[in-house]
């Protein structure tokens, strides 16, 4: 990469995340960008992108994104001034938290196509990806346990880490929290 890295955000009030997920990745393929790493955030009910660029790619990916809807912003804009919209206000939160690594979830990370897989260990996985944690949920988890991935984990920022949550299957098998067809909740609750 040339220039200094920046983290863009792009918001277009989006309640869901797989749809703005598609989006922002179409963005990133229009631009011809494969960024190393990609977060979504929630901020006040809505989701909101972040793209680790450096100064080229992300004026490349904010014009790009803004022909595609969306508001855009990086860790630069503003300076210091207030923001003026909801939009801005809400890009403000997701990119320091995305600079800070307090909240996200990553979508892309280094590393990324090596979690394409259905299964591989603890180890295998730190080893060959930007993850910094597995952490299990109620139960004791060894670098010999094996993730049941199913092509698909999201791990989150959390405390200036990356981590991935995941619970128990059977001896020595986890699956992430977070899988990839998760079913909706009926309406009433």
Same mark, same amino acid.
């Given at each position: 990469?040339?220039?200094?890295?920046?983290?863009?955000?792009?918001?277009?009030?989006?309640?869901?995340?797989?749809?703005?997920?598609?989006?922002?990745?179409?963005?990133?393929?229009?631009?011809?960008?494969?960024?190393?790493?990609?977060?979504?955030?929630?901020?006040?009910?809505?989701?909101?992108?972040?793209?680790?660029?450096?100064?080229?790619?992300?004026?490349?990916?904010?014009?790009?994104?803004?022909?595609?809807?969306?508001?855009?912003?990086?860790?630069?804009?503003?300076?210091?001034?207030?923001? =003026?919209?909801?939009? /801005?206000? *809400?890009? #403000?939160?997701?990119?320091?938290? +995305? @600079? !800070?690594?307090?909240?996200?979830?990553?979508?892309?990370?280094?590393?990324?196509?090596?979690?394409?897989?259905?299964?591989?260990?603890?180890?295998?996985?730190?080893?060959?990806?930007?993850?910094?944690?597995?952490?299990?949920?109620?139960?004791?988890?060894?670098?010999?346990?094996?993730?049941?991935?199913?092509?698909?984990?999201?791990?989150?920022?959390?405390?200036?880490?990356?981590?991935?949550?995941? =619970?128990?299957?059977? /001896?020595? *098998?986890? #699956?992430?929290?977070?899988?990839? +067809? @998760? !079913?909706?909740c009926c309406g009433g609750h």
């Amino acid at each position: 990469m040339s220039g200094s890295i920046r983290v863009l955000g792009l918001d277009r009030e989006a309640k869901d995340h797989n749809n703005l997920e598609h989006a922002v990745l179409g963005c990133t393929d229009d631009a011809g960008i494969n960024p190393t790493e990609i977060a979504t955030h929630i901020v006040s009910g809505h989701y909101v992108a972040t793209i680790n660029l450096d100064a080229d790619q992300c004026a490349m990916v904010h014009r790009v994104a803004a022909a595609a809807g969306f508001t855009t912003g990086d860790n630069e804009f503003g300076s210091g001034a207030p923001p =003026t919209t909801d939009a /801005e206000a *809400r890009i #403000r939160s997701a990119v320091f938290a +995305h @600079q !800070h690594r307090v909240s996200g979830r990553l979508i892309r990370f280094p590393g990324y196509p090596a979690t394409l897989v259905d299964e591989v260990t603890v180890s295998a996985l730190l080893a060959a990806t930007s993850i910094d944690e597995v952490v299990a949920l109620g139960a004791d988890l060894g670098d010999d346990a094996v993730i049941v991935a199913n092509r698909f984990i999201r791990p989150t920022l959390q405390s200036g880490h990356a981590v991935l949550v995941v =619970t128990a299957l059977e /001896e020595n *098998r986890f #699956r992430p929290y977070e899988i990839e +067809h @998760q !079913h909706q909740c009926c309406g009433g609750h």
